[in-house]
């Protein structure tokens, strides 16, 4: 079956730890998006890329790192230098249609809590 | 000003009302949005696509008013089933990116 994979789903680290959320897809997808959700709020774009080898800077990307080496993978990486890390983290993905942009499909996303 | 706003609710109907969300957004150039459904701690699912005007889907219907600049969703014959939030996204296709609302919180009482 075609997805999104995020993994894990939950992920406990000390402060002062990186971490790495995992984002692979087998949709063919060109583009790939992280997500950040705090509870009762909306999503905020930390990175994308719509190519590889190629991302950009999302609304609140301080203290996240990404990498686009493949197509079908979008790893996140949340330094210790986030201040405010515990959070829901969704991957998406979607085609790009020439200047259009088309729907993102959605990971399951991964619950990050940092003690 | 965000480029997307939503009343985060929360809307409260009994089963069989008529309910509808709005979101305003500044960015005048989108010519498509999307309305997605988030259940409680899962993630967001596609619930429609508009690239014109509007779009009707059974008891769903999606509205683009470009003269106001705000999208609608309107959910007609309210099921319990439809208790869940739900986010507006419009594109920028100059940025190659999606803004969302913050989501509208629908509950939906027997």
């Known amino acids: 079956d075609g997805g999104i994979t995020q993994s894990p789903k939950y992920l406990f680290r000390k402060e002062g730890q990186n971490v790495t959320l995992s984002c692979e897809q087998n949709?063919?997808?060109?583009?790939m998006y992280w997500y950040r959700q705090d509870p009762g709020q909306g999503l905020r774009l930390i990175y994308y890329?719509?190519?590889?080898?190629?991302?950009q800077k999302g609304d609140i990307a301080e203290g996240y790192s990404v990498s686009r080496e493949k197509k079908e993978s979008f790893p996140l990486t949340v330094t210790s230098a986030q201040k405010n890390p515990t959070a829901f983290y969704l991957c998406?993905?979607?085609?790009?249609?020439?200047?259009?942009?088309?729907?993102?499909?959605f990971g399951p996303g991964t619950r990050l809590t940092v003690l | 000003r965000k480029e997307v706003e939503q009343d985060p609710g929360p809307f409260n109907v009994p089963e069989g009302a008529t309910v509808a969300f709005n979101c305003t957004y500044s960015n005048s150039a989108s010519q498509s949005f999307f309305w997605y459904r988030q259940d409680c701690r899962k993630e967001p699912k596609l619930l429609m696509s508009v690239y014109s005007s509007g779009n009707e889907d059974g008891r769903f219907t999606a509205q683009l008013n470009r003269a106001s600049q705000y999208i609608s969703l309107l959910i007609r014959d309210s099921k319990l089933s439809d208790s869940a939030t739900y986010l507006c996204a419009l594109p920028r296709p100059t940025l190659g990116r999606l803004y969302f609302g913050r989501g509208t919180q629908l509950t939906v009482w027997p």
């Open positions: 998406a993905s979607s085609t790009i249609l020439g200047p259009e942009i088309d729907e993102q499909f």
């Open positions: 949709l063919n997808h060109d583009a």
């Open positions: 890329s719509q190519i590889v080898n190629d991302f």
